[in-house]
């Protein structure tokens, strides 16, 4: 029977973080104990501290990803790549912060988001500019850091050399263009006139490149796969996961419970995003629902009142519908692709289980 419900792959993610997160935190542990013995100070060892927690919060998404490519490409040298994997989640966690301080979340995970710590630091230390502008900074500081701690991870993981450079070469190719999505997306929030495809264009590069298609190709690349047809269908495969992905979290940011997205519910609408939800509803609203539209999205100060009649509104006009078929859609082109990537029929029922369960998940 088809698990058509994603419970399978719910629960290879859950036993992917019970594997990695012993070996997360002994990472980053070890850089603690470094940063110690340097006698870096205060600031610094807070700020490991602080990523430290952020990334015990994962959801391990990338990783497992990673793994099942690897698997499915035939590679056997599981606890190698296991060690491997974790490189993507300490860069997700490092990418994260500095997302957070742009889109001026308070929240990341349930707990405060690592500007808002550092802006209290700064209060408390009273540093000489701006407190917001110190823990933005500071963010950006750790954010780097955690870039560097997942080549570090990479480069010592313990692949052959060549094998190493072709896995980097992927990596360096699909963050560079995370880079450039994340400054589309900055730049058409709050636009007027936004095309679904340009917003998926920007979905694309700032998330479902990195969410999917490049642990996926760097899992193969680490088993030595070297067949195009595989590789292609690994793409394609990946290509709408991270659409499907990116797409429930786009309803999620609206319709989620706030203590299991954790983050306001709303704060996208405030920021003015102009995700797929608001692109559609311009062309399915009445006039009032258009009006009300107006008035909220990126609006600070808009009420949780405010939310809940967005949320009414995209569902009586059909909006909410469309996004989530739109989502499904992308569930089912990934599942054709399947058969291209492996033979194996346990490693076929976790993919398909575990791009279902993108859709299906809560948070």
């Not at 190719?173 to 095309?195: C, F, N, P």
């Amino acid at each position: 029977m088809r698990d058509t419900n994603g419970q399978l792959g719910k629960a290879y993610l859950k036993d992917y973080i019970v594997r990695a997160t012993p070996l997360l935190k002994e990472f980053l542990e070890k850089e603690k104990t470094e940063a110690i013995n340097d006698k870096l100070g205060d600031i610094p060892l807070k700020l490991i501290e602080t990523y430290s927690q952020l990334v015990s919060e994962g959801k391990g998404i990338r990783g497992a990803l990673i793994e099942l490519a690897y698997k499915a490409c035939g590679g056997t040298d599981l606890e190698r790549v296991l060690h491997a994997s974790i490189f993507i989640e300490l860069f997700h966690t490092a990418i994260l912060i500095h997302d957070d301080f742009m889109d001026r979340d308070p929240f990341r995970r349930g707990i405060p988001a690592v500007h808002k710590t550092f802006e209290g630091i700064g209060k408390s230390l009273k540093v000489k500019i701006p407190a917001d502008h110190y823990g933005n900074a500071v963010a950006v500081c750790i954010g780097d850091t955690g870039f560097y701690y997942s080549w570090k991870v990479l480069l010592d993981s313990g692949f052959a050399p060549a094998v190493i450079l072709d896995a980097g070469k992927i990596y360096a190719d699909y963050i560079s263009r995370l880079g450039l999505g994340q400054a589309l997306d900055l730049s058409i929030t709050g636009a007027a006139k936004v095309s679904e495809e340009e917003a998926l264009k920007v979905l694309l590069l700032k998330s479902a490149e990195y969410t999917a298609i490049l642990p996926m190709k760097i899992g193969a690349a680490l088993a030595g796969e070297e067949d195009i047809k595989r590789i292609t269908a690994i793409e394609n495969y990946a290509k709408c996961f991270g659409w499907a992905f990116q797409i429930q979290d786009d309803i999620l940011g609206l319709f989620a419970k706030e203590e299991e997205l954790g983050k306001p519910v709303g704060s996208d609408l405030r920021e003015g995003k102009n995700t797929l939800l608001m692109i559609r509803l311009r062309k399915l609203g009445n006039q009032a629902q258009l009006e009300f539209q107006q008035k909220v999205l990126g609006n600070q100060d808009a009420t949780v009142a405010d939310v809940e009649r967005m949320k009414n509104i995209l569902k009586d006009s059909g909006t909410y519908q469309h996004v989530l078929d739109l989502g499904w859609k992308y569930t089912q082109e990934g599942t054709s692709y399947i058969p291209q990537v492996t033979s194996d029929k346990k490693i076929q029922e976790i993919l398909e289980s575990t791009i279902y369960y993108m859709m299906e998940r809560t948070k």
